[in-house]
C-alpha cells in the first residue's frame, strides 16, 4: 500500500512539473513585434528585412541561431499561408519585444478561447523541417514544430552489367518521403532517364541498350515541396559482351595415313575477355564424327594421328568468360586430306635382251609409301618371249624404292629371274614420269633395265631393256 501511495505521488509530482513548465499565453498583441490589426504577406516579409537585427538575437536567444538566415532567406521565397493558433495549441517558442529588448517564450500554449489568425511556413535546414506560426495581430515569429526533412538512399545492383541485363534500382531505405525522383546521365552527363519512385514502388529495374558507365542520383521528396538535402548517388558500368572470334588452322593439309595433323585455334581472340572453351569435332567426308574434343587452357591446339583415308572437316567454336556463360563464337572450319600409303600395281612392257631375246612382261604387285615422296614396291609376274629363241618363260620377283619428287620418278632394287637352266639374282633400275592421274587410278611410263649381278662381265650382252606402262589403283 505504501509503495502504491509513493508511486502515485511520484507521477502528480511530474504531471505538475509539465504544467508548471508549459506557458499558457491567453491574450496576443501586448509585447509585438510589429503591431499590426490584419498583418499582410507583404508586410511580413519587410518586417523580417527591416528588423533582422531582433531576428537574429531572438533566434539566438531561443537557441536556433543556425536557423537565422535560413528563415530571411526562405521566408521572401516562400508563399506564406493562412492559418489559425487554436485553443490548446503549442508552441515551442515565441519571440516578443518588450520595448527594444526581444525576448523568447519557451513552452507557449495558447489557452485564449477564441482561435488566433497567422501565417505559417517551413524551411529546411539540414535533415529537419522547422515549422513556423507568426500571429497577424503582432507578428511574434514562433516555432511550432520540428519534423524530419527526408533523408535518400539508393542502392544500384550490379556495378557491372551487360547490355540489355536488368539494374535494379532501390530506394526503399530513403526516410520521411512519399517518392523518389532518380535522374540517370550517361558519361558525358546528358539525361538519360527519370524515374519516380513511390513510397509503395520504391524499387524498379531498367536496362541500356549502350554501353557506358551511367550515374544515378536520387532525390527524397516528403509531397510539401521537400526534398532531401544531399542527392544519392551510384554508377554502373554497362558493358557489351561481343562473342569471341575463332580462327582455325590444320597443319599439314595433307598427310599419309597414320601421319599426325596439328589442328590450331590459338589464334582465335575475344575483344573484352578471354577464350575460356575450345571445342573441336573432326568428321570424315561421310560426315561421320570421328573425334570430339574440348580444350579449356591456351593454346587451344592439340596433335591427331589420322586413322582414316579421304578428305577432313575440322570444325571449331570457341567461347569466352563472359557472364551468364559466356557467348560462343560463330564456327570455324578447315579441311585436310588423308592419303593412302598402299597402292595395286600393274606393270606391262616389252622387254629386250641383246642375245637377242625379246619377251613381253606383264607384272602384278603393291605399293607402299613410306614418305609422300618414297615408295617400296614388290611385283611379280611372267616375261612371255615372243622372239625365235627357245629360252622359256622367267617369272620375277621384284624389290624396288622409287623416289617421287614430281611427275618424274626414279627407282632401283633386286629381282629374282626365275627360268629353267638360267636363273640369277638380278641388279633393277627405272625412271618413269606420270602421264595421267585420275581419282582412282594414275600411269605413268617407265624405262627399266637389269642385269645379273653374275654378268656384270657380260653386261653388254646379258643385260635386259624395257618399256612398259605403270598403273597405280
Not at 531576428?55 to 537565422?68: I, Q, R
Not at 550517361?186 to 519512385?197: C, F, I, N, R
Not at 602384278?364 to 622359256?392: A, F, H, T, W
Amino acid at each position: 500500500m505504501k509503495k502504491t501511495l509513493l508511486t502515485l505521488f511520484i507521477l502528480l509530482t511530474f504531471l505538475v512539473s509539465l504544467q508548471a513548465a508549459e506557458k499558457k499565453v491567453t491574450r496576443l498583441g501586448g509585447h509585438p513585434f510589429y503591431k499590426s490589426k490584419n498583418l499582410t504577406p507583404d508586410e511580413l516579409k519587410k518586417i523580417a528585412v527591416d528588423r533582422a537585427g531582433d531576428v537574429k538575437m531572438g533566434f539566438e536567444e531561443a537557441g536556433y541561431g543556425g536557423l537565422v538566415y535560413p528563415f530571411l532567406e526562405q521566408i521572401q521565397k516562400s508563399e506564406l499561408k493562412e492559418t489559425t493558433i487554436e485553443p490548446g495549441d503549442k508552441l515551442m517558442w515565441m519571440l516578443a519585444k518588450r520595448g527594444k529588448k526581444v525576448t523568447v517564450g519557451h513552452d507557449i500554449v495558447w489557452a485564449g478561447k477564441k482561435p488566433v489568425p497567422a501565417y505559417t511556413f517551413k524551411i529546411a535546414r539540414e535533415e529537419n523541417i522547422y515549422e513556423f506560426v507568426i500571429p497577424k495581430i503582432c507578428a511574434n515569429i514562433s516555432l511550432k514544430s520540428i519534423a524530419k526533412a527526408p533523408v535518400c538512399a539508393l542502392a544500384v545492383s550490379p556495378e557491372k552489367v551487360e547490355v540489355g541485363k536488368p539494374v535494379k534500382v532501390d530506394t526503399c531505405g530513403s526516410q520521411e518521403y512519399v517518392k523518389n525522383v532518380v535522374v540517370i546521365t550517361d558519361a558525358a552527363g546528358t539525361e538519360v532517364k527519370t524515374l519516380e519512385l513511390p513510397a509503395e514502388g520504391c524499387s524498379t529495374e531498367v536496362t541500356f541498350d549502350k554501353p557506358g558507365v551511367y550515374t544515378f542520383k536520387s532525390v527524397s521528396h516528403n509531397g510539401e515541396g521537400f526534398c532531401s538535402s544531399k542527392a544519392c548517388e551510384g554508377t554502373v558500368t554497362v558493358w557489351e559482351n561481343k562473342p569471341p572470334v575463332c580462327k582455325l588452322e590444320v597443319r599439314p593439309t595433307e598427310v599419309l595415313k597414320g601421319q599426325k595433323v596439328t589442328i590450331d585455334g590459338s589464334g582465335s581472340t575475344d575483344p573484352d575477355g578471354k577464350i575460356i572453351n575450345a571445342a573441336f569435332e573432326v568428321k570424315d567426308a561421310n560426315g561421320v564424327v570421328e573425334e570430339s574434343r574440348n580444350i579449356t587452357e591456351p593454346p587451344f591446339s592439340y596433335e591427331l594421328k589420322t586413322k582414316k583415308v579421304g578428305e577432313h572437316k575440322v570444325s571449331l567454336f570457341v567461347k569466352d568468360d563472359g557472364p551468364e556463360g559466356g557467348k560462343t563464337s560463330e564456327g570455324c572450319t578447315a579441311t585436310f586430306l588423308v592419303k593412302k600409303r598402299g597402292f595395286i600395281l600393274a606393270d606391262a612392257g616389252f622387254s629386250q635382251m641383246y642375245d637377242p631375246n625379246n619377251f613381253v612382261f606383264l607384272r602384278l604387285g603393291y605399293s607402299y609409301k613410306i614418305q609422300e615422296n618414297l615408295r617400296i614396291n614388290g611385283l611379280v609376274g611372267p616375261y612371255i618371249e615372243v622372239s625365235d629363241e627357245d629360252y622359256g618363260t622367267p617369272v620375277v620377283v621384284d624389290v624396288t624404292l622409287t623416289y617421287h619428287p614430281s611427275k618424274f620418278w626414279i627407282g632401283g632394287g633386286t629381282g629374282l629371274w626365275l627360268v629353267d637352266g638360267d636363273s640369277k639374282l638380278d641388279l633393277i633400275a627405272n625412271v618413269g614420269y606420270e602421264i595421267f592421274s585420275g581419282k582412282k587410278v594414275t600411269g605413268s611410263l617407265f624405262l627399266e633395265g637389269r642385269s645379273a649381278f653374275k654378268d656384270f662381265d657380260k653386261f653388254k650382252d646379258m643385260a635386259r631393256y624395257g618399256l612398259g606402262l605403270r598403273l597405280s589403283f
